[in-house]
């Protein structure tokens, strides 16, 4: 029987220093990647001004959508379903959910490129290029979760600074020929260079010919992530759209440009995410009673340290702003308090998002996916309409906590049920 007393013993301390060392490489990975992508948001911000970093706003957030397809159908079940197996039923489950994430890039790049070269104008050149770059950058991303899936998050680290040394050629290329699609295809490019990497490092290749039977096994979890990924990364994408209507292609980029102030921390954020599915599955399996405590911790820590950095941007001075953000600075700067309690908010909710992925609770986190999705719709339009790009934003941070609110009623709910349910089983196929 377990003791107390054992919660101190070697075994027990070895084990917290694991999570701690798995929870570090989830953060340097992520800072390495989120540094890549916060270089390219600057350098098109300052290189191009605040109408053409919309456009390369509007890119970036239908590439958030493709990504989480991708998630919702590759990774996300390989995270819960095959996190610490073995290394043999690891190979085989990542040559065929890197064969599907593959997939998706191919056919939704086909897609985003021709209606890029049908659409012409401002926008029509970058989602073409979009639409040229997308494989590349789902593989890479597959990758990562793989790793990460494996307990190896310094190969996904050593695979996103492979991205980032790729990027610098390409962004000098990119700012001299000063277009937006021109730096949809250096990040793009880029990323595809580090997917090519993530093949020698795995020692595993892409099985395309994989990809249904894959989908087939998992579509129990598969389908259900894939509405609440896309129902998250779609509620952005309408917002986005919706703001450039309502107010202007120029409003969406002084979001986007506030959400750069935020960037280090979201880093912080999506790095933890890489590994926390993985590490509450561990949680589960090893004292499942202590679950709901653990999210409660994630959640928590995540959105006290957004708002210690949303309080130190406030003191940025504005010349050291505009030397970041150059013109956009000015309107974004305004936005910093909206956006870091909406920052604070999906902080908290990813500790309950975690433990129902942990759970297998498909339907619950669908559930609360998409109540959290039409209150970020809701209040991001109906704040525009209401008050321009600021009531955008206050109306955003509204939604964010009352969505947060929504995963953890639905977490409580999944917890009080889960002696009736058996712990998410791991596969082998």
């Not at 890549?36 to 605040?50: C, D, E, K, P, Q």
Request: charged share 10%; aromatic share 8%; glycine share 16%.
């Amino acid at each position: 029987m377990t003791t107390e007393g054992e919660g101190t013993s070697p075994k027990a301390a070895n084990a917290r220093r694991a999570v701690v060392g798995r929870l570090s490489w989830g953060l340097a990975d992520q800072a390495a990647s989120s540094m890549g992508n916060f270089v390219v948001g600057i350098y098109v911000a300052r290189s191009l001004g605040v109408t053409a970093f919309g456009v390369f706003s509007l890119a970036w957030v239908t590439y958030g959508v493709v990504l989480n397809v991708s998630r919702g159908l590759a990774t996300d079940p390989l995270m819960v379903r095959f996190s610490g197996v073995s290394d043999a039923a690891w190979r085989g489950a990542v040559a065929r959910s890197s064969g599907a994430a593959l997939g998706v890039g191919a056919a939704l790049g086909a897609g985003s490129l021709v209606v890029g070269l049908a659409l012409g104008g401002r926008a029509g050149p970058a989602f073409a290029c979009l639409g040229v770059v997308l494989p590349g950058l789902l593989l890479q991303d597959a990758w990562r979760f793989a790793f990460f899936a494996a307990g190896a998050g310094r190969k996904a680290f050593v695979n996103d600074l492979v991205w980032g040394v790729a990027l610098v050629p390409a962004l000098v290329v990119a700012a001299h020929v000063g277009s937006v699609a021109a730096f949809v295809l250096a990040w793009g490019g880029s990323a595809a260079v580090a997917a090519v990497c993530g093949c020698f490092q795995s020692g595993v290749r892409p099985r395309l010919t994989g990809a249904r039977e894959w989908l087939r096994a998992h579509r129990d979890l598969g389908y259900r992530y894939l509405v609440e990924n896309v129902s998250n990364s779609g509620a952005g994408q309408l917002r986005a759209y919706g703001l450039g209507a309502i107010v202007g292609i120029s409003a969406v980029g002084v979001v986007r440009g506030a959400e750069l102030l935020l960037g280090p921390f979201t880093a912080v954020l999506m790095g933890l995410s890489l590994v926390t599915v993985a590490e509450a599955a561990r949680v589960l399996r090893r004292a499942p009673q202590r679950l709901g405590k653990f999210c409660l911790l994630l959640g928590g820590g995540q959105a006290v340290a957004a708002l210690l950095w949303g309080g130190a941007l406030l003191l940025v001075p504005d010349r050291g702003g505009e030397f970041v953000l150059g013109g956009v600075w000015s309107a974004a700067s305004d936005l910093v308090v909206p956006v870091t309690l909406g920052v604070a908010g999906a902080g908290l909710g990813t500790g309950a998002a975690a433990g129902l992925r942990a759970l297998g609770a498909a339907r619950r986190s669908l559930r609360s996916q998409l109540i959290a999705s039409a209150c970020y719709v809701i209040g991001g339009l109906g704040g525009a309409a209401a008050a321009g790009t600021a009531g955008s934003a206050w109306g955003v941070a509204a939604a964010t906590v009352c969505g947060s609110a929504a995963w953890w009623l639905q977490l409580r709910s999944a917890l009080r049920e889960r002696p009736k349910n058996p712990i998410p089983e791991v596969r082998t196929s």
